[in-house]
């Protein structure tokens, strides 16, 4: 039973599961708590490293293009996504411009990194990197601490509130971060514990 | 149904692998492993505490600061959703009251009840208690809805004289806040949850 990937026990309650290879291939639920303990989605691999490359280069383009342009009759202002994380950037705020910079770009795309860096090299079929496991170990960690999602409906929130007093554009910032929420809800989809963990603890055959 | 502990063995809650019990890592993913985090009340306690005490002054000094013609005006988390009921948003008013106040005091009362609740032995039921502690894990990130809409109208609204806003004190207070709650309900061992279910008297690791 010990170090044999068809027992499991659940994270959450301590339920010891056995589940043949078939079984590990479809979604599966703990018993006793209902946890998810296997997702069950083929080429797991795969897409999870394809969909967080894909991360990488939307947040790269949300960074650098404009994101919200505000009118109000002749005034015109601007803000990139740079100048929403360092608009507060004084003082006794720096933290939290910091604070707002890992979460809604260097944790989201740590994340991406850190898959791209454990993952990839299965998928070349070459040897693992060295660090792959705390690597993915982290990529795991850090899932609450990533707040794209957040961010966007704060966006939402924020475009309602200056509604009455200006009238305000979309970037191609904005659209990337969009897409970006959508593409980590699909990466999440395919995060199945088991399998990206059988596929990196296991030495490559 | 048997849990690792009744074979006497340990599961890794990283990846789910079983292992014997005088393992100290797992051989799959590294994870350190413990049968049970026996001091992991202490460590939700501690986050708690923390965050209540940065609550107060979250609540009491204002969270932003809109200059219009000269005119400036403060305005805290509830003074901002009152100011939103005025303009008729109620829609976003709700949002914001609700991801700020709602979500903030209700994660308090839940986390205090289940720790509560775990330090005293006793039959418990098991899952409703894990309802509640899935929802906390679940809703604990969304409360920071409210300091990056503060970030983006900070980074929109700078017109010099015409109309400007600052963030407030209670802007910083309130992310510690949310990130230190986020720590205590993470520090939860979900396994101490059901070890104290109806089906047997709860027994030490």
Sequence with gaps: MVNDPHHIGCPNCDTVHRFSAQELTVPTRCARCGYRLTLGRKDAVLRVTMLALTSLVLMGLALFAPFLTLNAGPFESRASVIDVIFGFAEGIMVPLSFAVLFFIVIIPAMRSGLLIYALAPNLAGVAHAPLARPALRLAFTLKPWAMVEIFMVGVAVALVKLAGMATVDTGAAFWAFVLLVLVNAAQDAFMCRNTLWTTVGTPPS | ?205
């Design chain 2, 1 to 205: 149904m048997m849990t690792a502990r009744d074979h006497g063995l340990l599961t890794c809650r990283s990846c789910g692998l079983l292992a014997e019990p005088q393992a100290s890592s797992c051989k799959r993913c590294d994870s350190p492993l413990a049968s049970r985090d026996t001091a992991s009340l202490q460590h939700v306690w501690a986050w708690l505490v923390a965050g209540l005490i940065i609550y107060v002054p979250a609540n009491l000094y204002p969270m932003l600061r809109t200059t219009q013609a000269f005119r400036s005006q403060e305005s805290t988390i509830v003074g901002g959703v009152v100011d939103l009921v005025h303009h008729g948003a109620i829609a976003i008013a709700a949002i914001v009251f609700i991801a700020s106040v709602v979500i903030p005091v209700g994660k308090f009362i839940v986390i205090a009840y289940l720790a509560v609740l775990l330090s005293q032995p006793g039959p418990k039921n098991a899952h409703r208690l894990h309802i509640l502690y899935e929802a906390v894990e679940f809703i604990g990130r969304w409360s920071m809805i409210d300091v990056f809409v503060v970030a983006i109208l900070v980074a929109l609204v700078q017109f010099d004289v015409l109309a400007s806003i600052q963030p407030g004190f209670a802007a910083a207070c309130f992310a510690l806040s949310v990130v230190f709650t986020m720590l205590s309900a993470q520090a939860f061992d979900p396994r101490m949850i059901w070890d104290a279910t109806d089906e047997g008297a709860p027994h030490d690791a």
